[in-house]
C-alpha cells in the first residue's frame, strides 16, 4: 500500500510540472509576435533622423523651417492644416510654414503604411525678429525677448517706465493683441512719485452798503472797500467816488485792494473784515504712487441719493462730495515724470433739488472740476486757478410803512448789496522718492512725557521728559531728523 502511494505522488507531481510548462510555452508563443513587432518598428525607426517619442517642433508665424528625415516619407497627416503648412521637397526632406498662432499635431507614415514619426508642430510669434526691432530702436536698453507659447515675454532691464512702454509698442506689432506680451523688466530708476497738493479757495468780496446805517455817522457816507480791482485805488477815486471819502484816508495795495481809513472807518474797517472772505486751504494731501499705478483720495463725505430701480423698488447710493484728488504720474526718464492730475471740489445744496414725494427730496451738487497733464522735473510744481464761483446778495431793510414812501421812503430804508466770488488754486508738486528706514525717521512727539502733577503745579513743566528716541540725557538738545519737525512746550 505504501509503494503504491508513493507512485502516486511521483505522478502527480510530474503532472504539475507539465501544466507550468505547457503554460509558460503558451505564453511565449503569444508574445513572440509582438516582440518580433516591436524589434522591426525599432529597425525601421532606428534608420532615420528622428526618435519615436513626440517632440515639439516650433515655427515662427509667417516664417518656415526646414526639416530631414532619415526615412522617407509618403505620406503626411497634419491635424489643423489652417495652422501650418508642410510642402514636401522630396521623400526626407520637409519644409514647415507657419500660419496662424497655435499648435497641432503631424504624423509621418513610410510606404507601407507604418508611422514613422509624429510630433507636435507649435507656431509661435517671431521673437527673434522683435527682439531685434527692440535692439534697434534701443540699442543703449538691455531687452531680451523670448517665446512662450503664444505669447512673448520681455526681460532684461530699462532705464525708465517710458522705455518699457515704448518697448512694448513695437513688440506690439509682432503679435496684435497686449494679452500676448508678458512684461517681466525690470526698471533700474525711481518709480516711487510724491506729489504734494494744496487746495484751497480764495474768498473775494465786494461789499458796498448806503442807506440808513450811514447816515448815523455822516462821516462815513460812502466808505467802499473793493478787493481786485485792477489799478488800485486811483482807478476808484478817478471814477468819481472822491467826493464820497474825502474825509477820510486811502490806502491802497498792489493786489488791488481799497481800504478807507478816518472818523468812524473803524466800523467800516470791521465790518469789511468780517464780510471779505480770505483763503483758505481746503485740503493739503501728500500721496505716493508706483510710477503708471493711480493714486486718489477724498477729504469730504457721502451723501445717500435714492435711485428707483423699478415700480416698486428704491435703492440708495452714495455719491461722493468734498474735496478729491486722482494723479496718475509715469516717470519718463531720469528726473521727469509726466503727471495727470484731476481734483474736484463739490458740495451738496438745496437749490435745484428734485423732489421725489413728499418725504423724498433729491440735492444737487456745486462742483469746480480741473483736469491736467504735464510733464515737469522733479521737484517741480504747477498751478491750476481761474475756477471761479460768484454769488450775490441784495438785502433791504428800513422802517415797515415808511420805508415804501415814494422819494421819501428812501431816508427810512437801508439798501445792502453782496458779491462773494470765490476762486480755487490748486498747488501741485512731485518728487521721486525712495522708501528709507524707520529708524531715520522721528515724529515731534517722540520722547514726549506729560509731566506729572508735581512738575506741573508746583515747578510749571508741560512736559517730563523730551529727548529723541536713542535716550539722551535731560539736557541734551533733541535733535529731530527731516526738513520740519515740532517742538511742544
Known amino acids: 500500500m505504501s509503494t503504491s502511494r508513493e507512485g502516486v505522488g511521483r505522478m502527480r507531481g510530474i503532472d504539475r510540472l507539465d501544466i507550468i510548462r505547457s503554460a509558460l510555452v503558451a505564453i511565449g508563443?503569444?508574445?513572440a509576435p509582438a516582440a518580433a513587432f516591436a524589434q522591426e518598428i525599432e529597425a525601421s525607426l532606428g534608420a532615420g533622423e528622428l526618435v519615436t517619442a513626440e517632440k515639439r517642433i516650433e515655427v515662427p508665424i509667417n516664417g518656415t523651417r526646414e526639416y530631414t528625415l532619415g526615412v522617407p516619407a509618403r505620406d503626411i497627416i497634419i491635424g489643423n492644416p489652417d495652422i501650418a503648412d508642410v510642402i514636401i521637397r522630396s521623400p526626407t526632406k520637409l519644409f514647415l510654414a507657419g500660419k496662424t498662432i497655435g499648435s497641432t499635431n503631424l504624423f509621418l507614415l513610410d510606404a507601407d503604411g507604418r508611422m514613422i514619426d509624429h510630433f507636435q508642430l507649435s507656431v509661435h510669434p517671431d521673437f527673434k525678429a522683435a527682439e531685434d526691432a527692440v535692439r534697434k530702436a534701443f540699442p543703449d536698453e538691455r531687452i531680451i525677448i523670448e517665446g512662450a507659447g503664444d505669447a512673448l515675454v520681455m526681460k532684461g532691464s530699462v532705464s525708465s517706465d517710458a522705455m518699457s512702454q515704448q518697448a512694448t509698442t513695437i513688440v506690439r506689432r509682432f503679435v496684435g493683441t497686449d494679452e500676448q506680451i508678458i512684461n517681466a523688466m525690470r526698471i533700474n530708476s525711481e518709480q516711487q512719485v510724491l506729489i504734494k497738493v494744496s487746495v484751497a479757495e480764495v474768498q473775494k468780496s465786494a461789499l458796498k452798503e448806503l442807506g440808513l446805517e450811514n447816515l448815523i455817522s455822516p462821516t462815513t457816507i460812502g466808505d467802499l472797500a473793493i478787493a481786485g480791482v485792477t489799478g488800485g485805488a486811483s482807478a476808484i477815486v478817478g471814477g468819481g467816488f472822491g467826493p464820497l471819502i474825502s474825509g477820510s484816508a486811502i490806502t491802497s495795495t498792489p493786489a488791488g485792494a481799497l481800504f478807507v481809513d478816518g472818523p468812524g472807518a473803524i466800523d467800516s474797517v470791521v465790518r469789511i473784515l468780517e464780510q471779505h472772505g480770505f483763503a483758505r486751504k481746503l485740503a493739503e494731501p501728500n500721496l505716493v504712487a508706483v510710477s503708471g499705478e493711480y493714486a486718489t483720495m477724498l477729504a469730504g463725505g457721502e451723501v445717500p441719493i435714492p435711485v428707483n430701480q423699478d415700480a416698486d423698488t428704491i435703492t440708495i447710493e452714495f455719491r461722493p462730495f468734498g474735496v478729491s484728488l486722482t494723479f496718475l504720474p509715469i516717470v519718463v526718464d531720469k528726473?521727469?515724470?509726466s503727471l495727470k492730475i484731476a481734483t474736484e471740489v463739490s458740495a451738496p445744496t438745496a437749490s435745484d433739488a428734485v423732489s421725489l414725494g413728499p418725504d423724498i427730496s433729491i440735492p444737487s451738487f456745486v462742483v469746480r472740476r480741473a483736469t491736467s497733464t504735464v510733464e515737469l522735473p522733479s521737484g517741480g510744481s504747477i498751478m491750476m486757478a481761474g475756477?471761479?464761483?460768484?454769488d450775490i446778495t441784495q438785502s433791504m431793510r428800513g422802517v415797515p410803512g415808511l420805508m415804501h414812501i415814494p422819494i421819501l421812503g428812501?431816508?427810512?430804508?437801508?439798501?445792502?448789496?453782496?458779491?462773494?466770488?470765490?476762486?480755487l488754486v490748486i498747488v501741485a508738486r512731485a518728487f521721486l522718492v525712495q522708501p528709507t528706514d524707520p529708524g531715520a525717521l522721528s515724529l515731534p512727539t517722540d520722547g514726549f512725557a506729560p509731566a506729572s502733577d508735581l512738575d506741573l503745579y508746583l515747578l510749571g513743566h508741560l512736559q517730563n521728559i523730551y529727548t529723541n528716541r536713542q535716550g539722551a540725557a535731560r539736557d541734551q538738545i533733541p535733535q529731530l531728523q527731516g526738513p520740519i519737525g515740532y517742538i511742544i512746550r
Request: hydrophobic share 40%.
Open 410 to 423: 428812501t431816508l427810512f430804508r437801508s439798501t445792502s448789496f453782496q458779491q462773494d466770488e470765490s476762486e
Open 29 to 31: 508563443l503569444v508574445l
Open 387 to 390: 475756477l471761479l464761483s460768484n
Open 335 to 337: 528726473g521727469r515724470i
